[in-house]
């Protein structure tokens, strides 16, 4: 069973920056792509960024192109989410997600495993 860790969530204002971690304890890291996505209360869990296995491509959501870079070290089994620019919308519990590779990925794939989750909070 391929576990999924997040850390890096907490409480910023606005404008500022935050980087989230997703630690993966498979060995087969790089045979997986790798998503985050978020829910906010009371709405549904919406795609917000995606890398290929070697880290050569990615794909953001419109809503957080230009503000968010999602990178990946194989090295150390670790999938990051660097968040600058933060606004209020961007509250949510940020997902890390990994999925198998093939040849379609991004934001329409099914994720194979998910992690737990990590809160994400921006005050105005």
């Known amino acids: 069973q391929v576990q999924l860790v997040e850390s890096g969530g907490g409480l910023v204002q606005a404008g500022g920056s935050l980087r989230l971690s997703c630690a993966v304890s498979?060995?087969?890291?790089?045979?997986?792509?790798m998503g985050w996505f978020r829910q906010a209360p009371g709405k549904e869990r919406e795609f917000v960024t995606a890398i290929t296995w070697s880290g050569g491509r990615t794909y953001h959501a419109d809503s957080v192109r230009g503000r968010f870079t999602i990178s990946r070290d194989n090295a150390k089994n670790t999938v990051y989410l660097q968040m600058n620019s933060l606004k209020p919308e961007d509250t949510a519990v940020y997902y890390c997600?990994?999925?198998?590779?093939?040849?379609?990925?991004?934001?329409?794939?099914?994720?194979?495993?998910w992690g737990q989750g990590t809160q994400v909070t921006v005050s105005s």
């Open positions: 498979e060995r087969t890291f790089s045979s997986y792509d």
């Open positions: 997600a990994a999925h198998r590779r093939s040849t379609a990925w991004g934001p329409r794939v099914d994720y194979d495993y």
